[in-house]
């Protein structure tokens, strides 16, 4: 009986929580401010350590901060380094305005999968209160019980400093449009009509109402992007934009789900 007490104890300390930003957007923006000052392509975990009063690269706070970057898009890992991505570049960019650099995190706010279901359950509705938000992330997403609150809290400040939240309700337009400005001469050079161009020829069979550019897995699967029809290279252009900013954080969240 003692032993199996003990194997029940040791399972409940081993259940891990799904995945789930632990520090606001405002501290993960704070985080890559912290990264950028560097001014180097990767940072070593010890080096970001100091400036935060930390000593240790498995301390939580720390795991925290590097999680919820990650979940945002706003850097990668490896090696026990830290690297920013285009995408966090880009509202890091000194020109930017602060309008441009609120929409860009907001669209960062969209990107953590937790998120992106909340997002689609409660836009345009009232947002539970944080006790209630915690227990249905509990019990419908899979947050354990040690951190649900901590989770809540998080999509709640984080919705609240971008101001997404009027009167508790939750609106958060899903339908982005890159601004004139986010396109600059550098930009430009790299997203030629001659790309453009390339990805249309490049895309597979076409469809009835647009085209599906399919690449085989390791797995013998297919992953397929589509295209709709009737899309102009302006369009192309912003799409290549969005894949290279936003893919590589999108596998890794994805690679952290699995």
Do not use: W
Not at 150 to 156: D, K, Q
Not at 181 to 188: G, R
Not at 214 to 224: D, F, S, V
Request: glycine share 6%; hydrophobic share 35%.
């Amino acid at each position: 009986m003692e032993n199996q007490n003990s194997t029940a104890i040791s399972s409940a300390t081993r259940k891990k929580s799904a995945l789930y930003p632990a520090v606001t957007i405002k501290e993960s923006y704070e985080f890559i401010r912290l990264i950028d000052s560097f001014k180097e392509e990767s940072v070593p975990y010890e080096r970001i350590l100091q400036p935060l009063g930390l000593t240790c690269v498995t301390t939580r706070s720390f795991l925290s901060r590097i999680g919820a970057s990650k979940q945002f898009g706003f850097i990668t890992t490896g090696r026990n380094k830290a690297r920013l991505t285009e995408f966090a570049r880009r509202i890091l960019d000194p020109e930017r305005s602060a309008g441009e650099v609120k929409q860009l995190l907001i669209e960062a706010f969209e990107m953590p999968p937790l998120y992106t279901k909340l997002i689609e359950r409660y836009n345009g509705k009232s947002v539970p209160a944080k006790g209630q938000l915690s227990n249905i992330l509990m019990n419908e997403y899979h947050i354990i019980k040690q951190v649900k609150d901590r989770a809540a809290a998080c999509f709640i400040e984080s919705a609240e400093h971008l101001g997404l939240l009027a009167n508790g309700v939750l609106s958060v337009n899903t339908e982005h449009k890159m601004p004139e400005t986010t396109l600059d001469e550098a930009d430009l050079e790299i997203l030629s009509p001659i790309d453009a161009d390339k990805l249309r020829k490049s895309a597979g069979d076409r469809c009835e109402e647009g085209y599906n550019f399919e690449i085989p897995t390791l797995g013998k699967r297919t992953a397929r992007f589509y295209i709709p029809a009737g899309i102009t290279a302006k369009d192309l252009d912003y799409l290549k934009l969005c894949v290279e900013n936003m893919l590589p954080a999108f596998l890794e969240n994805l690679k952290s789900e699995l």
